[in-house]
């Protein structure tokens, strides 16, 4: 699975919670130690004592919503804070590059059997490739970040995670040809002096304009004088033969430790890292040449308490970062404090913040649906986890939130919601739930920062039971699987953009049986036609021969009452015509 860069360049491949307090409070995170536990003692001591036998799972034939990635294992604890960055299409091809973290052993939640897993779809997400399940690298490894190169490389997947080297430290990833799976490993130098308490660890990763990668990753353990340790910067231009800079601290104001933080480039030579402090702000610190070189201050975008009428608030874990050419948008889990670290799970809510906006509601609290009381989970809010993506000119929101639904030790099942904006963020439709399945479990979304107009990609995990075995909330031990959807924004009115040119996409899933989904874009109101036929050129069905608006839409074609073989589907709207192929299997 994996080989050095030197291999790589001889075969002529160039790299050019908090648990609930009273009522409905979560304690303090002010005084928290880090978010995760000291993770080289996880390496160097073996668990001891029994846990509990693992709960019966039986893996439905395909899930509710989306369809699995083949990834799955026993690890339900995806994120560190900031935001998942488990999913990236290239928007060159159209191939969607995912991560997930697994441990293999039911019984070892974080020690060697834990790793990073790859697979890859070049059909749309209707098949996948996952090399076997191997990790990435073939040793343990923890919270992976996933971008895809720009430059000279383009479209190759680099993956950054911490695992051993000859200490616990990050370390990258790249894939070349994309989607082989032959990653090559790229070894930043060590901090010096190792007094600083540890290599810099969970680490997210950005593929900037020049080709260069840059990644953002933290400190271990406290410092010995006490206190969290920094954050760090570092950057590879020619994948792993120099860093410039080594490492460089994060710069004040304020430089939290323990946490993942979202990392991510532009086209044009920014390069940004967003900074999330719960309970004391969060802060962005941005590079205009590639990540070369970088402010000596970070700037503010959420102070550590903000009053909005009655309440006074503050940020929680998690949150994320886009750009949308040179502008970045954030995104921030934020909540009702009291002032003092403690923070109330009525009134959580989503805020969105960009130069243009200011703050705004993106996801408000809203009592009829989301929870004002539940049964704590590791550092989760009632809602949260908010991870940004770009359709077009639409923005979108994914986020997670607890519904009343409670499995075993009376934690509350999550579902995946969605939000979007058309004006750059200054107002957004009401949140739709898209997975709603009662008493089974989906948190840590993640989304493409590109994908084509008209539609999302998201991944997000799945479990049959609530909770987090792998960290802290003695739930009931369970495999986890990663999920896939493309979803198609069929509403341009009021939940997507108005389509600017014609698509037809690609059906889904594919090979199918007995039924797929095509959906197709028109920019204009036209007749439209949209016929299947055989190899022979005879034609087995019209799905649509009407006048439509501009718009997304969405059909069903059914081969229940043919023959397996290969089938062709015809649009015609307008001056357009497209065609393609799709397999029935039966």
């Not at 229940?560 to 290969?566: I, P, Q, R």
């Amino acid at each position: 699975m994996q080989r050095s860069v030197a291999v790589l360049v001889a075969i002529g491949v160039v790299l050019s919670p908090l648990y609930a307090g009273e009522s409905n409070r979560v304690r303090s995170v002010k005084t928290r130690a880090p978010l995760l536990p000291n993770e080289a003692e996880i390496i160097a001591t073996t668990e001891s004592g029994q846990k509990p036998p693992p709960s019966s799972h039986v893996t439905p034939l395909s899930p509710p919503v989306g369809v699995y990635t083949t990834l799955n294992g026993f690890f339900d604890y995806q994120s560190n804070g900031g935001a998942c960055q488990h999913i990236r299409v290239n928007p060159a091809n159209g191939n969607i590059h995912v991560i997930y973290m697994i441990s293999e052993d039911s019984l070892d939640s974080g020690g060697p059997t834990r790793g990073t897993v790859y697979a890859f779809s070049s059909d749309g997400g209707s098949s996948w490739n996952n090399f076997s399940n191997v990790r990435v690298p073939i040793r343990r490894s923890g919270y992976p970040s996933l971008d895809l190169l720009q430059g000279p490389n383009q479209g190759l997947p680099v993956i950054a995670n911490h695992n051993v080297v000859s200490v616990l430290q990050s370390t990258l990833f790249v894939d070349a040809p994309e989607g082989t799976g032959t990653f090559a490993e790229l070894i930043p130098p060590l901090i010096m002096p190792p007094m600083t308490g540890g290599e810099p660890i969970w680490p997210h990763v950005a593929g900037a304009a020049d080709g260069s990668i840059v990644f953002h990753a933290s400190i271990n353990n406290q410092l010995p004088t006490g206190g969290g340790g920094p954050n760090y910067l570092t950057r590879t231009s020619d994948f792993g033969i120099s860093w410039s800079p080594l490492w460089m601290q994060f710069p004040p104001p304020f430089n939290d430790p323990g946490g993942a933080y979202p990392t991510i480039a532009n086209g044009t030579g920014r390069v940004g890292t967003f900074n999330l402090a719960p309970g004391d702000g969060a802060y962005w610190l941005e590079s205009t040449d590639n990540g070369a070189t970088w402010p000596s201050m970070a700037t503010t975008i959420y102070p550590a308490t903000r009053v909005v009428g009655s309440d006074t608030l503050s940020n929680w874990v998690g949150g994320d970062v886009i750009y949308n050419g040179e502008i970045a948008l954030f995104a921030m889990n934020t909540s009702r404090t009291d002032g003092e670290g403690g923070f109330f799970y009525a009134g959580s809510r989503i805020e969105f913040w960009s130069q243009a906006t200011g703050f705004v509601d993106a996801v408000p609290w809203d009592s009829t649906l989301y929870l004002s009381q539940m049964v704590g989970q590791a550092f989760h809010l009632s809602m949260g986890y908010p991870v940004l993506g770009l359709s077009g000119s639409t923005i979108a929101l994914v986020y997670m939130a607890f519904q009343p639904d409670t499995g075993a030790g009376g934690f509350n099942y999550g579902d995946v919601w969605y939000v979007l904006s058309n004006d750059g963020g200054f107002t957004w439709t009401s949140p739709t739930n898209i997975t709603n399945t009662p008493n089974l479990d989906e948190r840590y979304p993640s989304i493409s920062r590109w994908n084509e107009p008209g539609e999302l990609n998201i991944t997000w995990q799945e479990d049959t039971q609530p909770g987090a075995h792998a960290f802290g909330d003695n739930a009931p031990i369970s495999r986890s699987s990663q999920v896939f959807l493309k979803m198609i924004l069929t509403d341009v009115n009021g939940h997507g953009e108005v389509p600017n040119h014609f698509v037809l996409r690609q059906n889904y899933p594919n090979p199918f049986n007995p039924a797929t989904k095509i959906s197709y874009t028109i920019p204009t109101g036209s007749s439209v036609r949209l016929s299947v036929y055989n190899t022979l050129g005879q034609e087995v069905e019209t799905l649509a021969d009407e006048y439509r608006n501009a718009g997304t839409y969405e059909v069903t074609f059914s081969g229940e009452s043919l023959a397996s073989g290969v089938y062709f589907y015809r649009l015609k709207a307008g001056p357009h015509t497209e065609s393609k192929k799709m397999t029935l299997l039966r």
